[in-house]
């Protein structure tokens, strides 16, 4: 009978122990971590988030995850604390040995993308299949308790920090004053929208020392009489290229329209149809990168949060120069001086041209991914599959970037030197987050294949 017991006894610490093995399988699966960026950045999608803001809920809810994974791995990891603007040192657990960091990353994340956005609670459900998930893969219930614990102190030290951010003063700042004057922007149809969010260089970037850090070009002076112009030039270039756009052109312009709230009139209709936003879009493509060089679960963390990042602080960076600048659409030219019938291949959006948005941010992300994963690194873009777009292949992020700039050109929202000039500003803004911030101790790259 003893020896029976013992037989028992041994087969379930077996049992347990296993148990205890396979949940880190499961919940340090890198594709976990994608497929919670995933779910808040369809929760973005879904509840029509602006693009600049988009980027603030990316980005915190990403720092929350790494500064828990720097914690935990405090041989190969930097907190970010001291790194970035204003972010103090993060608590250490009170138990280190009843945190799974990975785990608890997912959960800060969570907590943290739940105080971002709206409707509040948007990601309850999915923090419950989280922890129900681990339970089922065996996590031991001190473990899942101090996990918990952990994630919600990091949080919490996450989100009291993003209130000195200057968001919520911005949201009861003045509205922009419109003046339909020769070469200052108005809004355009269908929507006729107010500028968006024309106090954002007003949040606190990160990394840049100041929204206006990054020197631009004046644009060419607005002269719609001269025919020789530099002015003149651009618009007629834009209007010739929208007139004779060819199916490749027409591909890449509805490829990286990734316009969060498309306003569709048909007659007497109207509907809206959604897509990602162009943060969004680069979020998806970090997340494929990772996936392709098979990075760990703590390098997948670091590589979202280095991208949303650079995400964020190029924005800032581009909204000082929208609205400093407050430069004339193509669209609301063409119309009034040259083609009343004219339209854009897709729609612009409501903010100044100058510089374009897409190209700054773009060029950014693309830099920070070039610094982790090397240059000449050939991926196939996704993103758009759902929304019933083909894939594109790129042989660099440095080149995906260049045809996004492109892109709204070619889309006939912007003027070529805005993207160039733009593709200019964002690539500054990466290299100086790549510069200043140091997440690895050992090696400044974050490749980590398994």
């Not at 995850?65 to 970035?84: C, K, M, P, R, W």
């Not at 614990?149 to 911005?170: F, G, M, Q, R």
């Not at 693309?366 to 610094?371: I, K, P, R, S």
Request: aromatic content about 12%.
């Amino acid at each position: 009978m003893n020896r029976f017991l013992y037989q028992m006894a041994g087969f379930f610490l077996l049992f347990t122990s296993c148990n205890q093995t396979d949940y880190k399988k499961v919940m340090h699966d890198p594709a976990l971590y994608r497929q919670t960026v995933k779910r808040l950045n369809n929760i973005v999608l879904e509840n029509n988030f602006p693009p600049v803001i988009a980027s603030r809920n990316y980005a915190y809810a990403n720092i929350a995850a790494y500064e828990v994974i720097a914690a935990g791995d405090q041989t190969n990891f930097n907190s970010l604390a001291g790194q970035i603007k204003h972010l103090k040192a993060i608590p250490n657990p009170a138990d280190s040995a009843k945190v799974d960091y990975p785990f608890a990353a997912l959960l800060a994340f969570c907590a943290v993308g739940n105080a971002v956005t709206f409707p509040e609670g948007s990601m309850d459900e999915y923090v419950e299949e989280l922890k129900q998930k681990a339970d089922d893969a065996g996590m031991p219930n001190a473990m899942m308790i101090g996990s918990v614990k952990y994630a919600d102190e990091v949080a919490k030290h996450i989100l009291l920090w993003s209130k000195d951010d200057n968001y919520l003063k911005t949201r009861s700042a003045s509205k922009f004053s419109v003046r339909d004057e020769d070469g200052r922007w108005l809004p355009t149809p269908p929507m006729y929208a107010q500028a968006l969010e024309p106090h954002w260089n007003e949040i606190r970037p990160m990394v840049l020392d100041s929204a206006s850090q990054i020197p631009y070009a004046t644009p060419p002076a607005y002269n719609i009489k001269d025919k020789t112009s530099q002015f003149y030039r651009n618009v007629i270039e834009v209007k010739e290229i929208v007139d004779s756009l060819t199916e490749e052109q027409k591909q890449i312009a509805e490829f990286w329209d990734d316009n969060p709230f498309k306003l569709n009139v048909v007659g007497h209709v109207s509907f809206a149809t959604k897509k990602f936003s162009p943060g969004g879009h680069w979020m998806n493509i970090a997340g494929i990168a990772t996936e392709n060089n098979k990075s760990d679960f703590n390098t997948t963390v670091s590589t979202y949060a280095l991208a949303s990042i650079a995400l964020f602080d190029s924005f800032i960076s581009c909204w000082e120069t929208k609205f400093k600048t407050n430069y004339v659409r193509p669209e609301t030219v063409i119309k009034r001086h040259i083609n009343p019938d004219w339209r854009p291949y897709i729609q612009t959006p409501p903010f100044p041209e100058y510089t374009s948005g897409h190209a700054v941010i773009s060029a950014a992300t693309a830099e920070v991914l070039t610094n982790v994963f090397g240059d000449h690194v050939a991926f196939r873009d996704t993103s758009g599959v759902e929304f019933g777009l083909p894939e594109r292949s790129f042989e660099s992020f440095r080149k995906a970037a260049l045809e996004a700039g492109i892109s709204r050109v070619y889309g006939g929202i912007h003027f070529t030197n805005s993207c160039e000039v733009g593709t200019k500003q964002g690539t500054e803004v990466g290299k100086l987050v790549v510069e200043r911030l140091k997440l690895r101790k050992l090696n400044p790259k974050l490749i980590s294949k398994n």
